[in-house]
C-alpha cells in the first residue's frame, strides 16, 4: 500500500491557457508540451487504514492548498481500487515551486503514479490522465515521455507521446529570473482572461491551426517552424494575460532582457527559441550543439539568476522506495 513516483515538469510549445468546463477543469483547447529531464518532482504515497484523513506535505510542510486536489484525485483511484484507505502524501521538487515551473503538473503527475501504483491499479491509462488533469490541466503532459500531444475529445482529454526524446533530442534552458512565488496562479489567470480578454475569442479560433502547424513540425523536425509557431502561441497567450482586467504581467525586465539575447542569437542563426509560462522564468528551446552559445549568452543577460539545462525526458514512473 505504498509506492514512490518521479515526474519532470513541462513546458508548453502551444498554450493551454482557459477552460471550456471550469468545475471539471477541463481545457477549452489542446496542447503541446516538452516533458523536461533536468527538473524533477518525488512523491511518494502510503495509504494507511489507521489515517483518519489524507495528509499532504510539499516540500517538509503541510500544504493545505494542494490538499484539495489531491484528495480529489486519491478519491477516483481509491474508487477504481475499491479502497477506502486514507493516504500519506510526501512531495519534494528540486526546483522553486509555483513559481511558473510547472511544479503542479510535475506533482500531480507524481502523485497519480505513485498512488495508482500503491492501490495496484494496473491500466487504466486514459482514466489516470483524466484523474490527473482534474488536480492540474497541464499534468496529464507530465505522464507522458518526450514531445506530448494532449487533445479535447467527448467528455474529457486524451494526451499521448508524438515523439520520444531520443528521437530527437531537444535541449531546454531554463532561465531562472525570480524564485518568488507568483501572485496569480494559473488558474486565476485564465479564467480573468476568459472573462475580460477580448483576445480571447481570437485565442479560440487560431489555436487548433497552430496546434496542428505544431505537430507537423515534429512530425517534419522542422525546428525554424516549430520556432517560429511556438514563440507566437507564448506571446498570443501572453497578450491574452495582458490583456485582462486586471492586467496580468507575469514577465520583469530580466525576462525581457532574457527575450531579447534569444532573438539576438536567432538573427545571428543560432538553433534556439524562447517560450514563457505564467510566470517570469523563460526557456530557451535549442538544438543540442547550440547549447554551449545559449548558455553564455544567457549566463551574461543582467538579471537571470540561474540556468537550469534540461532535455526532453520519460514521463512519470515509479521508483524503488
Ligand atoms: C501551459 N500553463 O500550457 C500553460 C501556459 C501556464 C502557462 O498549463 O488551472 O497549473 O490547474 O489546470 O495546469 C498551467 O496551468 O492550470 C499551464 P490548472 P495549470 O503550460
Given at each position: 500500500m505504498q509506492a514512490s513516483a518521479i515526474a519532470h515538469p513541462n513546458v508548453a510549445l502551444i498554450k493551454y491557457w482557459?477552460?471550456?468546463?471550469?468545475?471539471?477543469?477541463?481545457?477549452?483547447?489542446?496542447?503541446?508540451?516538452?516533458?523536461?529531464?533536468?527538473?524533477?518532482?518525488?512523491?511518494?504515497?502510503?495509504?494507511?487504514?489507521?489515517?483518519?484523513?489524507?495528509?499532504?506535505?510539499?516540500?517538509?510542510?503541510?500544504?493545505?492548498?494542494?490538499?484539495?486536489?489531491?484528495?480529489?484525485?486519491?478519491?477516483?483511484l481509491r474508487a477504481i481500487a475499491g479502497s477506502r484507505d486514507f493516504a500519506r502524501v510526501d512531495s519534494e521538487n528540486d526546483f522553486p515551486t509555483g513559481a511558473g515551473l510547472a511544479s503542479s503538473a510535475s506533482g500531480y503527475a507524481a502523485l497519480v503514479r505513485a498512488a495508482s501504483a500503491a492501490l495496484g491499479i494496473v491500466g487504466h491509462e486514459a482514466e489516470l490522465a483524466n484523474i490527473?488533469?482534474?488536480?492540474?490541466?497541464?499534468?496529464?503532459?507530465?505522464?507522458?515521455?518526450?514531445?506530448?500531444?494532449?487533445?479535447?475529445i467527448d467528455d474529457g482529454i486524451a494526451c499521448r507521446s508524438v515523439c520520444a526524446p531520443e528521437d530527437w533530442p531537444l535541449s531546454v534552458l531554463v532561465a531562472v529570473t525570480s524564485r518568488a512565488p507568483k501572485s496569480v496562479g494559473s488558474t486565476a489567470g485564465m479564467e480573468r482572461s476568459r472573462l475580460t480578454s477580448p483576445c480571447?475569442?481570437?485565442?479560440?479560433?487560431?489555436?487548433?491551426?497552430?496546434?496542428?502547424t505544431a505537430l507537423e513540425c515534429v512530425a517534419r523536425r522542422d525546428f525554424d517552424r516549430l520556432a517560429k509557431v511556438s514563440e507566437h502561441s507564448c506571446l498570443k497567450m501572453h497578450a491574452l494575460a495582458?490583456?485582462?482586467?486586471?492586467?496580468?504581467?507575469?514577465?520583469?525586465?530580466?525576462?525581457?532582457?532574457?527575450?531579447?539575447?534569444?532573438?539576438?542569437?536567432?538573427?545571428?542563426?543560432?538553433?534556439?527559441?524562447?517560450?514563457?509560462?505564467?510566470?517570469?522564468?523563460?526557456?530557451?528551446?535549442c538544438l543540442p550543439e547550440a547549447v554551449p552559445g545559449v548558455k553564455a549568452a544567457l549566463a551574461a543577460?543582467?538579471?537571470?539568476?540561474?540556468?537550469?539545462?534540461?532535455?526532453?525526458?520519460?514521463?512519470?514512473?515509479?521508483?524503488?522506495?
Open positions: 482557459g477552460k471550456r468546463d471550469t468545475g471539471q477543469n477541463l481545457p477549452a483547447t489542446g496542447s503541446l508540451s516538452l516533458t523536461l529531464e533536468g527538473l524533477q518532482t518525488r512523491t511518494r504515497v502510503s495509504f494507511d487504514p489507521a489515517l483518519q484523513a489524507d495528509q499532504v506535505s510539499v516540500n517538509g510542510a503541510a500544504d493545505a492548498k494542494a490538499a484539495g486536489g489531491v484528495v480529489r484525485c486519491l478519491d477516483q490527473a488533469r482534474q488536480g492540474s490541466g497541464s499534468a496529464p503532459r507530465s505522464l507522458y515521455d518526450g514531445i506530448v500531444l494532449l487533445e479535447n480571447y475569442r481570437g485565442w479560440l479560433e487560431t489555436h487548433p491551426a497552430d496546434l496542428q495582458m490583456s485582462s482586467q486586471p492586467a496580468l504581467v507575469y514577465w520583469n525586465a530580466a525576462t525581457m532582457a532574457a527575450m531579447q539575447v534569444v532573438r539576438d542569437l536567432q538573427a545571428s542563426g543560432v538553433p534556439v527559441f524562447f517560450t514563457i509560462d505564467a510566470g517570469p522564468q523563460l526557456k530557451a528551446v543577460c543582467p538579471g537571470v539568476l540561474e540556468l537550469i539545462e534540461c532535455t526532453l525526458g520519460r514521463g512519470a514512473r515509479e521508483i524503488a522506495q
